[in-house]
């Protein structure tokens, strides 16, 4: 086994839902999450996003709750000797001297937002980057993947696409309808992601993205986040981490070798792709990559890919006088 150790960016894990609902929960080591401080440190995660979660379909969605998240981010994981909060396009050339680790903040379906783009603009005040338009269903912006109807946006999600691209907030496509995606594709002046999904190709759920959908990601030089949920990576579940490189090397076949980063879904799964049961384990992931593909590849999937998007289309730091 080679002794070299490699960064990593993962794009989607659920810690934030987790501590807002067990707020006695300890960040740095606790058994009841996947994401850890000390599985970040051990599986040499240098940044990690964190997904604000509401469910319509399960609980009252409300701007509340996702204040209450952010919160939950500044006082648990943000803090002191945890990670740094990445925010700006300036600070990802800061990354290689912070050796604890970065995080980072998105949104995972608009709802919450209750159709204000006040909401939305105070939300990138406090610090979230990334917004996921829906989840699986219909919102008040859009049609999610499971809606039956496979509808666009709304006026009011128009109206959100045009102050994201004013705003600097960069949009995330996984969970959206189909329509929605190529909609926004028309619209988005700017290009985005799909932070947690796989090929359709290898793996039927509907959550994974088809081969026209992968191809306008490359074309517009996004991201798709491959991710470990065991049913979009192998059909029927019951997936080791060895096939998750028929995913990489379908993409890679689509020409998507730079726009292949991971996005694990890590707190918002109950069981797992065997050997990728938890951050720590990225570093095992590293060295079965290496046995397979050129290291080059290896460090632009693991890391190299994602900071690239980050350090071109994050927002600037504002100057003050």
């Given at each position: ?5 490699m ?20 960040f ?8 850890t ?8 995660v240098?940044?990690?996003i ?21 919160e939950?981010?500044?006082a648990q994981?943000?803090t ?14 800061e990354?290689a ?15 919450g ?7 939305a ?5 406090l610090g979230?980057?990334?917004m996921?338009l ?9 049609d999610?993947?499971l ?11 128009r109206?959100?696409i ?5 705003s ?9 309808a ?16 799909a ?7 290898i793996c039927?759920h ?34 080791k981490?060895?096939?998750?490189l ?7 076949s ?7 980063m ?26 079965l990559?290496?046995?397979?593909y050129?290291?080059?590849d290896v ?5 190299g ?10 927002p ?6």
């Amino acid at each position: 086994m080679r002794n070299r150790k490699m960064k990593v960016a993962d794009f989607h894990c659920d810690v934030l839902s987790k501590l807002q609902a067990s707020p006695d929960i300890d960040f740095t080591k606790d058994s009841r999450l996947d994401v850890t401080l000390e599985r970040l440190l051990a599986g040499g995660v240098e940044l990690q996003i964190f997904a604000i979660f509401l469910s319509a379909q399960r609980e009252k969605v409300s701007f509340e709750r996702i204040l209450g998240q952010i919160e939950s981010f500044r006082a648990q994981v943000a803090t002191p000797g945890g990670l740094q909060w990445l925010r700006w396009k300036e600070e990802t050339t800061e990354m290689a001297d912070r050796p604890t680790g970065w995080g980072m903040l998105s949104l995972e379906g608009v709802d919450g937002l209750e159709g204000n783009l006040f909401y939305a603009q105070l939300c990138f005040e406090l610090g979230v980057r990334f917004m996921g338009l829906t989840w699986n269903y219909a919102n008040w912006a859009a049609d999610g993947v499971l809606e039956p109807r496979n509808g666009g946006f709304t006026e009011q999600g128009r109206r959100l696409i045009e102050w994201c691209n004013r705003s600097g907030m960069l949009l995330d496509v996984s969970h959206l309808a189909p329509a929605g995606f190529w909609e926004l594709a028309e619209r988005n002046t700017r290009p985005f992601i799909a932070s947690h999904s796989n090929a359709a190709a290898i793996c039927g759920h509907p959550r994974n993205l088809s081969d026209e959908q992968i191809r306008a990601l490359v074309a517009m030089d996004g991201r798709i986040g491959l991710t470990f949920v065991p049913w979009f990576v192998r059909d029927g579940g019951g997936a080791k981490a060895e096939d998750v490189l028929r995913h990489i090397e379908h993409v890679c076949s689509l020409g998507g070798s730079r726009q292949i980063m991971f996005g694990s879904d890590f707190d918002g799964i109950d069981a797992w792709v065997e050997g990728l049961e938890h951050p720590g384990k990225y570093a095992e992931f590293a060295e079965l990559l290496l046995a397979h593909y050129p290291e080059e590849d290896v460090r632009g999937w693991l890391h190299g890919n994602a900071l690239t998007f980050l350090a071109t289309n994050l927002p600037s730091k504002p100057s003050h006088p």
